[in-house]
């Protein structure tokens, strides 16, 4: 019996090595098969690019009036509110200015004064014309009355005809003077007031714009080269602000990948700086076209030497809520566009 029972021990311990192996070959070709099935079925449902990164508004910051600057507000990395001052630009110059203005102003308001007073003279003037013209003419009657009856000479009566033909003179230079006055006069606001007016209003725009404030709220970047008594000048830009709540991810997918896209698909953002992490987001829009369209030299392929290179297209990819971890623009980022919701 001990000996049949060794002969059945020995023959199941030959057994089994043969038996691991058999389960082996067969277990190793079925989880590949597995897996390649399983890529197949989920091949297609997604697309996925490394070529993106965060993108964020960035406003260049400049002055709009030439002057030095007397005053820094802010640093690199501060956190302003629109309206907040970031610097300021010495205001002597267009305080100056605004005086000169005003000055003018001033003169145009008494110019207009002394013409409309001279305006309202000329009319008296026509008044005692006419008045003087009506006494010459009833002289001038009673002498061709007394004529008639030979009561008067010759030489009186030239007179009377004299005078008024003096008055009528008179009469038409004072109507003359009026109008000349009137039409120095505009029917509505004096030009010269305007003008002067116009002016006062540039300078004092020019004066409030040596504040240079923030026109939206951010962070503050590239200010380290703003320095007390540089020298500001109009359009060149001073310093960045940073619009930190409109982050999104631009991703370039290659052209044969964005024919399946639509806004409003899923995707996952993976951002380098922060590995482990995954945020949700989703396809806001799709570029009009393609990087090399958009670049400031495109590529010309009319000379017959032409290499079929894949182009891109940017995808705008949203984030959906406010991301947990701060976006950093330039980031370099990872995206995945799921094509089944």
């Not at 399983?38 to 091949?43: D, F």
């Not at 005053?71 to 110059?93: C, S, T, Y």
């Not at 725009?205 to 020298?231: C, E, F, H, W």
């Not at 396809?283 to 958009?294: D, M, N, P, Y």
Request: charged share 20%; glycine share 8%; net charge positive.
């Amino acid at each position: 019996m001990n000996k049949m029972s060794d002969i059945a021990t020995e023959t199941v311990t030959r057994l089994k090595p043969k038996s691991s192996r058999a389960l082996l070959m067969f277990s190793i070709p079925l989880l590949i098969a597995i897996v390649g099935l399983y890529v197949w079925l989920t091949s297609g449902g997604s697309v996925s690019t490394d070529n993106a990164a965060v993108k964020q508004d960035i406003v260049s910051v400049s002055a709009q009036v030439n002057g030095p600057v007397i005053e820094v507000a802010v640093k690199n990395g501060i956190v302003v509110k629109r309206g907040q001052i970031l610097f300021r630009i010495d205001p002597a110059p267009y305080q100056v200015a605004l005086e000169q203005a005003q000055a003018q102003l001033a003169s145009a308001r008494l110019q207009t004064t002394q013409l409309r007073t001279q305006a309202a003279g000329t009319g008296a003037d026509i008044t005692g014309s006419q008045a003087n013209l009506a006494i010459k003419q009833n002289a001038l009657s009673r002498q061709t009355a007394l004529l008639k009856q030979g009561f008067t000479t010759r030489a009186d009566y030239d007179d009377a005809f004299n005078e008024v033909r003096t008055a009528e003179m008179e009469l038409a230079d004072a109507r003359s003077r009026a109008a000349n006055a009137h039409s120095a006069l505009a029917p509505g606001e004096q030009p010269s007031i305007a003008q002067a007016q116009a002016a006062v209003d540039k300078v004092r725009l020019d004066l409030s714009r040596t504040y240079i404030r923030a026109p939206m709220d951010g962070t503050i970047a590239n200010a380290d080269k703003l320095q007390v008594g540089q020298m500001a000048v109009q359009g060149l830009g001073m310093l960045s602000l940073v619009h930190s709540q409109t982050a999104w991810v631009e991703a370039n997918f290659k052209e044969k990948d964005v024919g399946r896209m639509v806004p409003g698909q899923r995707a996952e953002i993976e951002i380098d700086a922060y590995p482990g992490s995954s945020f949700k987001g989703h396809v806001e829009s799709i570029g009009a076209g393609t990087g090399s369209e958009f670049a400031i030299i495109p590529a010309q392929n009319a000379n017959g030497n032409w290499v079929k290179v894949t182009q891109r297209v940017p995808v705008r990819i949203a984030f959906d809520g406010k991301p947990s971890r701060p976006m950093i623009a330039g980031l370099s980022s990872t995206v995945t566009v799921r094509f089944k919701n």
